[in-house]
């Protein structure tokens, strides 16, 4: 199961920052939030909204709802390529 909210902490560590630049970014409003008491939640979509409005790639690998691409697909068997064992022997038509 995929962690769909984070505390500042976590979010910090997601991004590789301080703790206190991700609270900035919660109180001026680029970083939604929800605050629980004296500490806060952000929720997975709000931190990747975040993470890309600020010039990051993709922060986690899929999308949290699983579409028919991400579904693991059975591995088809591929046909090796033959490989030439050698010169062939020719034969020469008999009058």
Do not use: N
């Not at 986690?60 to 062939?88: I, L, N």
């Amino acid at each position: 199961m995929k962690k769909t909210t984070f505390t500042v902490s976590e979010a910090a560590e997601l991004l590789s920052c301080h703790k206190e630049t991700i609270r900035r970014a919660i109180k001026d409003g680029s970083l939604q939030a929800a605050q629980l008491g004296r500490g806060y939640r952000i929720s997975r979509a709000d931190l990747e909204a975040f993470w890309t409005s600020k010039g990051g790639g993709s922060l986690f690998e899929q999308d949290s709802h699983p579409t028919a691409e991400s579904v693991p697909q059975p591995e088809v068997q591929k046909e090796k390529p033959k490989k030439p064992k050698g010169p062939e022997q020719l034969t020469l038509p008999t009058s």
